[in-house]
């Protein structure tokens, strides 16, 4: 296991600067995640720290060394990439165990290893057969295990899980969660499924545009987004982001609000009662039903873009119906409307 330190890492393509002097410092036996659009340069940063990519300026520090100019193999990291990069025409075996193959150990060594990887990875009864003969979600284990069978210190994900369909993908997420509850291994992990980044990481990185604007547990992301593009980045649906006005019975859209507000539609209910710190009303544009609850969409008067709500799961309400919503106090994000900066919460 490793710490990772990252300082003013710079990545230029000839004059294009794609990363610009980014700071990141990652605890031995932490899970973070890189998490931002595509072109945020997450994967080119992950890519630096296995020395895949040269670095134009900086420091990237694995355990006690600095490893700016030293080849990936020297680096003691596995990584694991989003096309499994598995030899089809080997065994799981021979697959798992071909990061061994300049390994001093003896070949009994090398298979014992296998076998406990295999056996840890629930592979052990497709030892002797071949990729083609695999699920998606088997091919991405035996990728990870033949990381695994070296005893690296950091692991590197490269977006692991955009092939596979949407059940594999949460059965695949909880799997390597669970591994690095019992391996303790230092994991650095980009996606740009920001779904992923919640229910996995210890730490999630948000980038954007070769920047880190925000590093935090994923609740205090969630809860504490600094920035308009964080805000809407991180939380399924998206945040309401939309321009208000402050009256007497708190804010209400208006697109001519000197007021930026973000509102997530969990926080947004429709037909509530009680204290408000926000009423929007207005006619219903699509109606989502979800199970345990709906979301409606709706659009307020002078608005261009409608806002989503939640309804309990049976009181749904017809397209074209007149909803209002309320959000309670606490619960509205207020931005500043010429930087898009956090300016706190009311």
Known sequence: ???????????????????????????????????????????????????????????????????NDMPPKNRNIAMVFQNYAIYPHLSLRKNIGFGLHTSPLSAAEKDRKVDEVAALLGLTPYLDRRPAALSGGQRQRVAIGRAMVRDPQAFLF?????????????????????????????????????????????RIVVMKDGHILQTGTPMEI???????????????????????????????????????????????????????SLTAAGPVTVVETLGPET??????????????ATAPAHDIPHVGAQVTARAAPGALHLFDPKTEVALGRR
Do not use: W
């Open 1 to 67: 296991m490793a710490r990772i330190q990252i300082s003013d890492l710079i990545k230029r393509y000839g004059k294009a600067e794609v990363i610009h002097g980014i700071d990141l410092d990652i605890a031995d036996g932490e899970f973070v995640v890189l998490v931002g659009p595509s072109g945020c340069g997450k994967s080119t940063t992950l890519r630096m720290i296995a020395g895949l990519e040269d670095i134009s300026g900086g420091t990237i520090r694995i355990g006690d060394r600095v490893v």
């Open 158 to 202: 490269d977006e692991p899980l955009s092939n596979l369909d949407a059940q594999l993908r949460a059965q695949m997420r909880i799997e390597i969660k669970e591994l690095h509850n019992r391996l303790g291994t230092t994991i650095v992990y980009v996606t740009h499924d920001q779904v992923e980044a919640m229910t996995m990481a210890d």
């Open 222 to 276: 969630y809860d504490r987004p600094q920035d308009v593009f964080t805000a809407r980045f991180i939380g399924t649906p998206s945040m309401n982001i939309f321009r208000a006005s402050e009256g007497a019975d708190g804010f209400a859209p208006d697109p001519a609000g000197t007021a930026l507000i973000g509102i997530r539609p969990q926080e947004l209910r429709v037909a509530a009662d009680g204290p408000t």
């Open 295 to 308: 979301l409606v969409h709706f659009r307020p008067e002078g608005m261009d873009d409608a806002l989503i």
